[in-house]
């Protein structure tokens, strides 16, 4: 088992990380409206390499694509980006997100294949985020009932059309994300006993 390392590079709370694929680089997110990329070096130790400045308000959580190697960060100002490496110019370029929320993003993730990612909120919705290629931009549709709280989490069904999401009423639902959009056809499963369309409520358990 290799041995526990131990770095502290903030003084201040952090509110969300990921890595990118082979974990030399990291991105952090704390108290501030900035998200930070850290390089690691031959000793394992993690420096800042640049900062991801757009957010007018605190960034609430990030999420760093593996294969597509783009990083999604979204923030109390209701807004989220998915930012695109310019190996030209050097830089992390941001492509806003339309969201269409009217509390803070809470929480993101990017799907198995990376076609889509979800933002929960405030607002008591989540938002599934995919590209549409005609406009050049990421545009969202909602999953609304039948959330009654902001969302805290959310994670992926590796078969990509499946997503359970946490909130504040003490429940995790799943719901289909299929998008007729993306000419989605998932495959029936236990999760999925029949074809169902965009939003359906699949499960549901309640925590004291």
């Not at 959580?61 to 923030?75: F, G, L, Q």
């Not at 198995?112 to 406009?135: T, W």
């Amino acid at each position: 088992m290799a041995a526990k390392k131990e770095q502290r590079l903030l003084a201040t709370p952090i509110s969300g990380h990921a890595f990118n694929a082979d974990m030399s680089k990291m991105i952090i997110s704390d108290t501030t409206n900035i998200a930070t990329i850290y390089q690691r070096d031959a000793r394992g130790v993690y420096t800042k390499e640049t900062e991801l400045e757009k957010h007018a308000d605190r960034v609430k959580s990030v999420d760093w694509a593996p294969k597509s190697n783009r990083i999604a960060t979204c923030a109390g100002d209701r807004n989220a980006y998915v930012w695109n490496w310019n190996a030209e110019a050097k830089e992390w370029e941001p492509s806003l997100v339309l969201l269409r929320i009217e509390r803070a993003a809470t929480y993101i993730r990017w799907s198995q294949s990376e076609d889509r990612f979800a933002v929960g909120s405030g607002a008591r919705l989540l938002s599934i985020c995919y590209y549409d290629e005609e406009h050049d931009w990421w545009v969202s549709k909602h999953i609304k009932k039948p959330i009654r709280s902001t969302i805290l989490c959310c994670d992926w069904h590796p078969n990509n059309y499946l997503i359970a999401v946490g909130s504040c009423d003490f429940k995790c639902r799943v719901f289909s994300s299929a998008l007729k959009e993306l000419d989605d056809k998932p495959e029936v499963s236990g999760w999925m006993p029949k074809l169902s369309k965009f939003g359906t409520l699949l499960s549901r358990v309640r925590h004291q």
